[in-house]
């Protein structure tokens, strides 16, 4: 059974740095195809995709945000951690990782989120 | 970047009807796209992807098909459980993006 859960502040004042940990389990990202993303949702609107680290360290990141975000992994840890540089109060969402199983183009199952909130 | 568009963002149905959403990419994705189902308060689940490929798990009353630009989402007899947000995805590109969702309400 794969699971996945994102640790992190609950709370971030504007300008600090956000550190997520996704931590998972069911699968390994030393696997061939794998990978993780992170996809946020500020409340009552729509998903917004953010990055994806692949088993190989292929790292792809959403445009408009790729100058503050920063994703790594930690392998033999099962852990995948995303920093977000510079947050404002418009970052105030709940945030989500997700498995990208190997050949299948879709992400699935997600953790079930963690809203951090930015305020002074 | 690739922008995806969703019809209708509101739709309102009753149990048993047939519902249809659509889904559009401002450029063509082949077959790159997924659908999520998402319930208030909690995360998105996979239902579609490869544009018509169904999950495991997932009841049959729910297929997609198209490919290039324009999708669909059929719910062939809605049930309650269904009623939620829905959301595609396309995979086609070096990044992915989502279409702003359609949210699916009991009449």
């Known amino acids: 059974q794969i699971t996945l859960k994102e640790s992190g502040p609950t709370v971030v004042k504007p300008t600090q740095t956000l550190t997520l940990t996704c931590t998972f389990s069911?699968?390994?990202?030393?696997?061939?195809?794998?990978?993780v993303g992170w996809i946020r949702q500020p409340p009552g609107e729509a998903l917004e995709w953010l990055a994806l680290i692949y088993w190989d360290d292929d790292k792809r990141y959403s445009p408009s945000l790729k100058s503050r975000l920063t994703i790594t992994k930690d392998t033999p840890r099962n852990r995948v951690i995303l920093t977000m540089t510079n947050m404002d109060p418009v970052d105030t969402a709940t945030y989500y990782c997700?498995?990208?199983?190997?050949?299948?183009?879709?992400?699935?199952?997600w953790g079930q989120g963690t809203l951090v909130t930015v305020s002074s | 970047d690739i922008q995806l568009t969703q019809s209708p963002s509101f739709l309102s149905a009753s149990v048993g009807d047939r519902v249809t959403i659509t889904c559009r990419a401002s450029?063509?994705?082949?077959?790159?796209l997924a659908w999520y189902q998402q319930k208030p308060g909690k995360a998105p689940e996979l239902l579609i992807s490869?544009?018509?490929t169904l999950q495991s798990g997932v009841p049959s009353r729910f297929s997609g098909s198209g490919s290039g630009t324009e999708f669909t989402l059929t719910i062939s007899s809605l049930q309650p459980e269904d009623f939620a947000t829905y959301y595609c995805q396309q995979l086609n590109s070096y990044f992915y993006t989502f279409g702003q969702g359609t949210k699916l309400e009991i009449k």
């Open positions: 450029q063509g994705i082949s077959s790159s």
């Open positions: 490869d544009a018509s």
């Open positions: 997700a498995h990208r199983p190997a050949g299948n183009p879709g992400f699935g199952p």
């Open positions: 069911g699968f390994s990202l030393f696997t061939n195809g794998v990978g």
